[in-house]
C-alpha cells in the first residue's frame, strides 16, 4: 500500500489545511516542532504526538494547545471545553475574510 493510499489521519488533516491556509510549509512545521520530517508521515498514518510537540503546533498556528490535543485526539473538545475552532476560510464570506486580513494587517502595523 502506498502512502497515498493511506486516509490521513484527523492530526495530519488538521496540520496539512493550518499549513495551506498559513501559506506555511513542512519544513516550517518540522522548524517550529524540532521534530524531523520523516516523523510526519507517523503522523499521517495515525501515530500520536506529545504535549510538548502539541505546544509547538498551536505556537506556530498561533491556536490554543488544547484545540491541537483535541485534533490530534488526545482529548476530546468537551475535556477540552472548547466552544469552537477557528473556521475554515473557504467557509467564509468574502466581507469576513476582509476584515480578518484587516485585522491581522492592523496588529503588525501595531
Keep these: 500500500m502506498s502512502e497515498d493510499s493511506v486516509?490521513?489521519?484527523?492530526?495530519?488533516?488538521?496540520?496539512?489545511?493550518?499549513?495551506?491556509?498559513?501559506?506555511?510549509?513542512?519544513?516550517?512545521?518540522?522548524?517550529?516542532?524540532?521534530?524531523?520530517?520523516?516523523r510526519f508521515t507517523d503522523w499521517r498514518r495515525g501515530k500520536s504526538i506529545n504535549i510538548d510537540t502539541a505546544r509547538a503546533i498551536a505556537k506556530l498556528f498561533e491556536v490554543s494547545p488544547l484545540e491541537v490535543m483535541v485534533a490530534a485526539e488526545l482529548i476530546t473538545a468537551d475535556e477540552a471545553q472548547l466552544k469552537h475552532t477557528r473556521p475554515d476560510p473557504a467557509d467564509l464570506t468574502d466581507d469576513e475574510l476582509v476584515a480578518e486580513l484587516r485585522r491581522r494587517l492592523k496588529r503588525l502595523a501595531g
Aim: charged share 20%; hydrophobic share 25%; net charge neutral.
Design 7 to 38: 486516509t490521513p489521519s484527523p492530526l495530519w488533516t488538521y496540520i496539512e489545511t493550518n499549513l495551506e491556509n498559513r501559506g506555511l510549509s513542512t519544513g516550517d512545521l518540522s522548524r517550529a516542532t524540532g521534530v524531523h520530517r520523516s
